[in-house]
């Protein structure tokens, strides 16, 4: 289950409702917040997703703030300040994803990182990005006296994708663990698009199996979810195997950097719960900005061009980001004004899924699927408004 807090929604500079690109995206562990899902899966219930997100919302306000590591996809100028608008800390900042080294992506990075050193934070940190962005933090030490009290583990996009085909896992506990997975997008400098799958395992006691053969509940059961076999007062022998069954839950997005061809994210969203990708002109308009200076193509995409490719490969759920600054944040179809209505109506000429234009502090939850629940039909994605009502 992965919430994302919309830290930054606008292309090439800030204006006054929005700030330049960035992402949080926070890895809830649904274990954790109550025994609900392990009732769901003994179960097999298919109850409404919407119904199920909300209790997990509220549950998972009372999870240990430790348990719930973040990851910031892109860190443009700024976005620390946008930071203490939320409830993210950076202490518990697990990694940090560059998309490319475009300064509407990335400026905020020296700032962000100095801020996480001033307040004290000691853990080492992940940091996934472009060669030039390590170049970039060298020159940052080297002539400010930026100095770093915990260690960053610089692993470069370059290498990853040459060695290791652009994927990498990351543990964030024995049952819970990250695959981040990159894809090399079209654009004026090496842009990428970064896949996230949540994996978090879980073993399901099968309490009705225990009720039925009069074994009452005690500290035996929990020793035999543990995978421990077990011996009861009266000298029976029970085998964890046979009442526990493990449980994978799987939540897995994919976010886009700049890119003007989305289909090269086909294979990337086959199995996702959820795309973000720029939309940063209607089509109309891009066609005019390509027209009118044909040497300089800025290499983006239309919210026509996305939702297109999105209806094509039959993806449920699409979130749009990245917006020219010439489109004022209302929406409405009927103004003069360039407005969010025309890149609503841009994407829906093509795209019948679920459509959601990014706000900044907008927040949404995403669920994944458990294997043992068949629930395929449920919705993946909700809104839960903005991070700065988050009380
Ligand atoms: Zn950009
Ligand atoms: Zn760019």
Redesign the pocket.
């Known amino acids: 289950m992965l919430k994302l807090t919309f830290l930054g929604t606008s292309a090439g500079m800030p204006t006054k409702q929005r700030n330049v690109t960035a992402l949080a995206i926070e890895c809830l562990n649904p274990y954790l917040m109550g025994s609900s899902r392990q009732q769901d899966s003994n179960q097999h219930t298919n109850q409404n997703n919407n119904q199920h997100i909300n209790q997990y919302i509220n549950q998972h306000k009372s999870q240990n703030k430790k348990s719930r590591p973040w990851l910031l996809i892109d860190c443009g100028e700024g976005t620390q300040h946008q930071l203490l608008h939320t409830k993210l800390s950076l202490h518990q900042l697990a990694v940090i994803c560059i998309t ?1 080294v ?1 300064g ?2 990335c400026y905020g990075l020296p700032g962000l990182l100095a801020s996480a050193a001033m307040s004290g934070r000691q853990e080492p940190l992940t940091l996934i990005a472009p060669k030039a962005i390590e170049t970039l933090l060298e020159a940052f030490t080297l002539t400010t006296e930026l100095y770093l009290p915990f260690a960053i583990n610089f692993m470069v996009i370059e290498d990853l994708l040459s060695e290791q085909d652009g994927k990498i896992t990351i543990c964030l506990n024995k049952q819970h663990q990250l695959d981040i997975d990159i894809t090399p997008l079209s ?3 090496a ?1 990428h698009a970064f896949g996230v799958t949540q994996k978090i395992s879980h073993r399901i006691l099968n309490t009705d199996k225990l009720k039925s053969e009069g074994i009452p509940a005690s500290a035996l059961w929990g020793r035999l979810q543990q995978g421990e076999d077990v011996c009861t007062e009266d000298g029976q022998q029970l085998l964890s195997v046979d009442y526990v069954q493990n449980e994978q839950q799987r939540t897995r997005i994919v976010v886009a950097g ?1 890119n003007d061809r989305p289909n090269l994210l086909s294979d990337a969203v086959k199995c996702a719960d959820l795309l973000i990708h720029e939309a940063t002109y209607t089509h109309e308009i891009l066609i005019k900005i390509q027209a009118k200076n044909p040497d300089f193509d800025p290499m983006h995409s239309s919210a026509q061009l996305v939702g297109k490719f999105a209806q094509n490969i039959g993806l449920k759920n699409l979130i749009l980001t990245h917006f020219s600054a010439r489109y004022q944040s209302f929406d409405n179809p009927n103004s003069r004004t360039p407005n969010m209505a025309d890149i609503r109506l841009d994407a829906e000429s093509a795209y019948q899924g679920n459509l959601w234009l990014a706000a900044d502090f907008a927040q949404y939850m995403v669920d994944g699927t458990a294997d043992l629940i068949d629930d395929k039909d449920n919705n993946r994605v909700q809104y839960l408004g903005s991070a700065r009502d988050d009380k």
């Open positions: 490319h475009h509407d992506h654009h004026r400098v842009s700049d």
